[in-house]
């Protein structure tokens, strides 16, 4: 399959022109087969508290307008961390590539802590935002980066970089979740990647996996465990997610009987 990524707003998608087919990313593949029971704690927290930040506007409202605005809370709520987080990949990402970038305020903190990142760990790029392939388990994803890192347990430190680490940056406010592993694994254990020229390239081999956590108080290089095992469950998460898309399939049409029943209960 030939793979190109096309982007739609904040979102992007895989597709192979051979067939036309879309090919399922990473993180498809752990949103469609891990559960997240979190989630709906979360989604009550948000939908009560805007409730209650909002009671006197939400009591001027018809009726189904409250609840067209209630329900719809919790997405504004996302919609509103997930576009900080693409803000701050895209300057990481010319920050990453020694770009100049103008600021927005509301992002300031946190692009001051990626740069402390990158000028503590004196980092050097080897792949930024690189989509990678995986034909033998037909999945793609995107990669934040591979870099070479000073290795803080190096007692010389003067030496450079020594360590090559395959990292995901996050920005959410309650940090890295488990999940995380199994994205690193599907990038790590991908057949290859795409160059500049969208050429197919064989996967870099990294030393290390983790994930770079970006608050607007500092960051966090985390390490994450991404190994083989990580990479088998990812799979088991994809053999989850087909069978959710799937399962109503397996259930057949009612069964008709052959003959009319008779029976009646008896009632006094």
């Given at each position: 399959?030939?793979?190109?990524?096309?982007?739609?707003?904040?979102?992007?998608?895989?597709?192979?022109?051979?067939?036309?087919?879309?090919?399922?990313?990473?993180?498809?593949?752990?949103?469609?087969?891990?559960?997240?029971?979190?989630?709906?704690?979360?989604?009550a927290n948000t939908t009560a508290d805007y409730a209650l930040d909002h009671w006197d506007r939400l009591?001027?409202?018809?009726?189904?307008?409250?609840?067209?605005?209630?329900?719809?809370?919790?997405?504004?709520?996302?919609?509103?961390?997930?576009?900080?987080?693409?803000?701050?990949?895209?300057?990481?990402?010319?920050?990453?590539?020694?770009?100049?970038?103008?600021?927005?305020?509301?992002?300031?903190?946190?692009?001051?802590?990626?740069?402390?990142?990158?000028?503590?760990?004196?980092?050097?790029?080897?792949?930024?935002?690189?989509?990678?392939?995986?034909?033998?388990?037909?999945y793609c994803g995107t990669l934040d980066l591979i870099a070479d890192l000073l290795d803080p347990d190096?007692?010389?430190?003067?030496?450079?970089?020594?360590?090559?680490?395959?990292?995901?940056?996050?920005?959410?406010?309650?940090?890295?979740?488990?999940?995380?592993?199994?994205?690193?694994?599907?990038?790590?254990?991908?057949?290859?990647?795409?160059?500049?020229?969208?050429?197919?390239?064989?996967?870099?081999?990294?030393?290390?996996?983790?994930?770079?956590?970006?608050?607007?108080?500092?960051?966090?290089?985390?390490?994450?465990?991404?190994?083989?095992?990580?990479?088998?469950?990812?799979?088991?998460?994809?053999?989850?997610?087909?069978?959710?898309?799937?399962?109503?399939?397996?259930?057949?049409?009612?069964?008709?009987?052959?003959?009319?029943?008779?029976?009646?209960?008896?009632?006094?």
């Open positions: 399959m030939t793979i190109v990524r096309r982007n739609h707003g904040r979102y992007h998608s895989y597709v192979d022109t051979d067939t036309g087919l879309k090919v399922p990313g990473v993180t498809k593949l752990t949103g469609d087969g891990i559960p997240k029971p979190a989630l709906v704690d979360w989604a009591a001027e409202m018809a009726p189904s307008a409250r609840l067209k605005e209630l329900r719809g809370a919790r997405y504004a709520d996302r919609d509103k961390a997930a576009n900080r987080g693409t803000q701050v990949h895209k300057l990481a990402q010319k920050l990453v590539a020694g770009d100049r970038v103008a600021v927005p305020d509301e992002l300031a903190g946190h692009v001051e802590s990626y740069v402390r990142f990158l000028d503590e760990f004196d980092v050097t790029p080897v792949l930024v935002e690189a989509t990678v392939v995986s034909h033998t388990h037909r190096d007692p010389d430190p003067e030496r450079g970089p020594s360590v090559r680490w395959l990292l995901d940056v996050k920005t959410s406010r309650s940090g890295v979740f488990g999940e995380t592993a199994l994205q690193l694994a599907g990038y790590r254990y991908a057949d290859v990647y795409l160059d500049t020229a969208g050429e197919e390239c064989e996967m870099l081999p990294v030393e290390r996996t983790g994930a770079v956590h970006v608050r607007a108080d500092g960051y966090d290089l985390v390490p994450v465990e991404a190994g083989e095992l990580q990479h088998r469950q990812l799979l088991y998460a994809q053999q989850v997610g087909r069978f959710l898309a799937d399962s109503r399939d397996l259930i057949g049409e009612p069964v008709i009987s052959p003959q009319t029943s008779t029976f009646r209960l008896a009632r006094g």
